[in-house]
């Protein structure tokens, strides 16, 4: 990866909607040129996919948390991780080091909606312990930061 595949991967993850021929503008070349290089950045798996950026609240999902996960003593992690997939409300998922093994962003309709969740959570088998942080506002998401090497 270039200094050129840098800047393409930087223009998308700013606008992920950007044209080719506007990204050609950006970095100096032809359409062709990035639209190959963009193909070529995602068959290497660098760029895995685009989506959209909807704003929760006006969906009606105005609860958003942070949920701990502790693990019972001997539990299959990944039979865990499994499990928790099915739950739709869980945004995000790592599995991380320290006190809990996984770390979720859910978000609800309404403390009742979170409250909901987490008595599912807490009925999954292997999951001994939960721990939720209610978030109040948000300052910033889903930030595009600089790539190494720039």
């Known amino acids: 990866m270039d200094a050129v595949d840098r800047q393409l991967i930087q223009a998308l993850r700013e606008n992920g909607r950007a044209s080719y021929a ?17 193909n070529r950045l995602e068959s ?5 996919g685009y989506r959209a950026t909807v704003d929760s609240a006006s969906l009606g999902l105005g609860v958003t948390a942070l949920i701990g996960i502790s693990l019972s003593d001997a539990t299959d992690h990944q039979d865990v991780a ?3 997939r099915s ?23 309404d403390v009742d909606g979170l409250e909901s969740i987490i008595r599912r959570l807490s009925a999954l088998q292997g999951i001994s312990r939960t721990r ?18 720039e």
Do not use: H
Not at 94 to 102: K, L, N, P, Q, T
Not at 135 to 149: F, M
């Open 22 to 38: 506007e990204l050609g503008r950006l970095v100096g070349l032809s359409g062709p040129s990035v639209t190959d290089r963009i």
């Open 44 to 48: 290497a798996g660098v760029i895995t």
């Open 82 to 84: 499994d499990r928790m």
């Open 87 to 109: 739950l739709t409300e869980i945004e995000d998922c790592w599995f991380i080091a320290g006190d809990d093994s996984y770390m979720l962003k859910v978000r609800a309709n």
């Open 132 to 149: 939720t942080t209610i978030v109040l506002s948000t300052k910033w998401e889903d930030r595009v930061g600089a790539l190494p090497g």
